[in-house]
């Protein structure tokens, strides 16, 4: 017998990547978004890190983060709800802390997946590796915490039809916002500040530094990072439905 | 899968389940043996749901017990699913999941799962094992969810509206699983609207209305207690039903083209007062008709809500 929660895993990852729409948005918007902005000039590069491909690889890790923990996590908790998917597994072995194990240890399988396509094109690329590993590790985690907490939580509270407006929207505003494609310093001053308080852009910052010499890293960055990895995962399991 | 009969697999004690001020579980007391099948039926809203879910240990009861193996579901449904199996009505399975995967996972969960091919052929699934939950059709969907709801060898079964949608082939194959269960000792409970498929599957019926007990008994002791059988008679003449309703004390109604039911047993009283009445009509049949679990059951839940 396989470990319940390793085979629900299994079949989790095997459904995201079966799904036209979950693999494109996890896996090949990352590294299409990798490739082009990486080898276009289209935008800026913040003061201090040595290259293009630095800085747009730490967003495409970021953005894929946030594809996987948080868009794709959330609908597909909603939609498994809706058709009493969580419910029913409930009533097997796997249990219901199985069931968010297995949903868990799928997104950290996908996320590594995507992680090594990732760093491997952005090797091609000219990626120059210059960061601290353990601010990458330690912000690889809170980052798939913080999403992942925040796409358990609208799944598991909201109607589905409702999640998979919400979370395209989230998605789009944070890629906006969140220091993947457009530096901090680019953005009008209001907005780089709410986006200070956003989920994205700490996590960003961090994996910028984790890959790639970019100076200090701010505070606000760690603050930010581990009030969401903390705060949105206790949230979910405080409100979560099943049903 | 279990063998062991007649001991008290699930008890059911004086249960209240209640959301806020709206009591959906009024003080319903049963209990199912090991080996039996019970049938609990009821309306829409009259608290079956509620009363299996908490069987299953999704719902915590509000006030009085339930045991199952022994074990209180709401504290232990982790435990209590290694034996125990459940068809839940609104399916539980992703939509775009295949036949063979969903076998597969369910099997996986079990330390000791029953054959998946076993199962495939006995509920004649073969021809659909590659094809997505969402293309089944609805008696697939539910052979689908019977097989995984006894995938894990369970010794309680909890199956709701199991032949819904089911075509007749589809239903016998049901009978027959449902059954064997029985016969291997499983302590099975059935919920549904189909009351002559029911009928035919179960030892026991519980009928319950507004949360609370209305009939609980074998199917023969609530029709002997409950049935009142009829006498159904075919004349292609035109009848006044009101004077012959008049004439022989009792309602006569028409349920179908040329077709009567007099409502009452049929005693030799009756049945001469009829003849006399009809003896100038040209009477194609005329026959008794025995009690069935569907007139007994509407004749309780009609009752209940007047």
């Known amino acids: ?243 | 899968m279990g063998s062991s009969t007649n001991e008290c697999a699930i008890r059911v004690d004086e249960l209240e389940v209640r959301y806020g001020a709206f009591c959906a579980v009024d003080r319903l007391s049963f209990e199912v043996a090991s080996g039996e099948v019970l049938a609990l039926l009821g309306p829409n809203g009259a608290g079956k749901t509620s009363t299996i879910e908490t069987m299953e240990g999704y719902i915590k009861p509000s006030a009085g017990s339930v045991a199952v193996l022994g074990m209180e579901p709401f504290r232990s449904q982790a435990r209590l699913s290694r034996s125990m199996g459940v068809m839940l009505q609104e399916g539980g399975i992703p939509p775009r999941m295949t036949v063979r995967a969903a076998l597969r996972l369910y099997s996986s969960f079990y330390d000791d799962p029953v054959d998946a091919g076993e199962l495939v052929s006995q509920l004649d699934l073969g021809r659909v094992e590659k094809t997505m939950f969402r293309r089944l059709s609805g008696g697939e969907k539910q052979r689908l969810l019977l097989a995984l709801a006894i995938v894990g060898r369970p010794r309680v079964l909890f199956l709701d509206e199991p032949t819904a949608g089911v075509d007749p082939v589809g239903k016998v194959a049901i009978r027959e699983l449902v059954s064997a269960l029985r016969d291997d000792g499983l302590a099975i409970v059935i919920s549904g609207h189909e009351l002559e498929e029911i009928d035919r599957m179960v030892d026991r019926v519980l009928i319950i209305d507004h949360g609370r007990e209305l009939a609980h008994g074998s199917v023969e002791e609530l029709k002997s207690r409950y049935g009142t059988e009829c006498v159904e008679f075919s004349t292609r003449a035109s009848l006044d039903l009101q004077v012959l309703s008049t004439r022989l004390g009792v309602d006569v109604e028409k349920i179908g083209d040329g077709r009567y039911r007099v409502g009452a047993s049929a005693s030799p009283a009756l049945l001469s007062s009829l003849a006399a009445a009809l003896e100038d009509l040209e009477i194609s049949s005329i026959e008794t008709v025995a009690a069935t679990l569907e007139s007994i059951y509407l004749s309780l839940v009609g009752g209940s809500k007047e």
């Open chain 1, 1 to 243: 017998m396989a470990h319940p929660v390793a085979a629900q895993a299994r079949s989790e990852i095997k459904m995201t990547l079966k799904q036209g729409e979950a693999a494109l948005l996890t896996i090949v918007i990352p590294v299409i978004g990798l490739l082009v902005f990486g080898s276009v000039k289209l935008l800026p590069v913040p003061a201090g890190v040595p290259n293009r491909v630095n800085f747009v690889l730490a967003g495409a890790i970021a953005f894929g983060i946030m594809a996987s923990g948080m868009v794709s996590q959330s609908i597909s908790v909603a939609f498994d709800r809706s058709y009493g998917v969580l419910k029913r597994l409930g009533a097997t072995p796997l249990g219901r802390k199985g069931v968010v194990m297995g949903k868990l240890a799928a997104v950290a399988a996908l996320e590594l997946i995507q992680l090594a396509l990732l760093l491997g094109v952005g090797a091609a690329l000219g990626w120059t590796p210059s960061g601290n590993p353990l601010i990458f590790i330690v912000g690889w985690v809170l980052a798939t915490s913080a999403f992942t907490g925040i796409g358990m939580l609208l799944g598991g509270t909201l109607r589905a039809e409702l999640v998979l407006g919400l979370s395209t929207l989230l998605w789009l505003v944070l890629l906006g916002v969140g220091s993947m494609v457009v530096p901090l310093g680019s953005l009008p001053g209001p907005v780089a500040l709410l986006a200070k308080l956003l989920p994205a852009a700490g996590a960003s910052y961090l994996i910028l530094h984790g890959i790639s010499a970019a100076g200090a890293v701010p505070l606000w960055a760690w603050i930010d990072t581990l009030v969401w990895a903390v705060g949105a995962p206790l949230l979910a399991i405080r409100l979560f439905k099943w049903s």
